[in-house]
């Protein structure tokens, strides 16, 4: 069984495979205060809670954009599970061409998010991450990534209108009943929903004007599931994409 583990700003998530498939995943606050023990006690009882053992863990990979994270994950995996875990960076074969100005600054999650797509969806395509900020990553036809754009995340936004304003409430984010909204809560909630949709749907749109080619709108990320029904721009959604991406490059390496 191979452990996946998408180590992101707001969560870490961990995904327990065995071949292609997904069996169990797992979600922790990312947190960079927390001690290898700590990790290493949430691992043992995820496994525990899967019916796994340490001795049933084949191998580990940690794709993560937080590095304040790494020592102590990284220590955790080494002391419990006796593994050196693979980590999705320099080094590492993913078979991808990144064409973009500074290679290196192209985030783990990206890359992987996009070595998933090409691989299962095809190219060309682009590939949207909402997240805790949404992504946009162009493949061409020959599998390279050229292009990587950045916006604010649904949530990043609601939190940043309710920390700089006086009398702005934080809200649930959802898709509203109607654009006529009549209270403050309705009025935050329809302008953060469809102001994401609307930036997503303009993204997409110049991203076809620029390139003149039609592609696949491959989607992941956890607010995927929030406009997954209400639009017509995204073709594809898949949540478990980085895994995906993670088991093609883990195969790639071992």
Avoid at 29 to 45: A, K
Avoid at 96 to 124: E, F, H, N, Q, W
Wanted: charged content about 20%.
């Amino acid at each position: 069984m191979l452990i996946a583990v998408d180590i992101g700003n707001t969560n870490i998530v961990l995904g327990f495979m065995q071949g292609p498939d997904i069996t169990h995943s797992y979600r922790l606050t990312t947190s960079g205060v927390r001690t290898s023990d700590e990790y290493g006690i949430h691992l043992l009882q995820f496994l525990s809670l899967s019916g796994y053992t340490t001795d049933d863990v084949e191998d580990v990979i940690v794709c993560s954009v937080v590095p304040s994270v790494m020592h102590s994950f990284r220590g955790s995996i080494e002391k419990f599970l006796g593994k050196t875990p693979i980590v999705v960076g320099p080094g590492i074969k993913t078979g991808m061409a990144v064409r973009i100005d500074d290679p290196k600054s192209l985030g783990a999650d990206c890359l992987v998010d996009c070595v998933a797509a090409s691989a299962l969806y095809g190219t060309p395509c682009l590939v949207i991450d909402m997240g805790t900020a949404t992504t946009f990553n162009y493949v061409d036809t020959s599998g390279a990534i050229t292009m990587g754009v950045i916006q604010t995340g649904l949530l990043t936004s609601a939190r940043a209108l309710a920390g700089n304003t006086a009398q702005l409430p934080e809200v649930e984010i959802a898709s509203p009943s109607t654009v006529m909204a009549k209270n403050t809560f309705s009025a935050i909630q329809t302008g953060l929903y469809y102001g994401f949709i609307g930036g997503i749907e303009r993204m997409i749109k110049q991203c076809r004007e620029e390139t003149g080619t039609d592609f696949t709108v491959v989607a992941t990320g956890g607010f995927g599931r929030v406009i997954e029904h209400d639009n017509d721009f995204i073709d594809i959604y898949d949540p478990d994409l980085i895994f995906k991406g993670m088991r093609i490059i883990y195969e790639k390496n071992h």
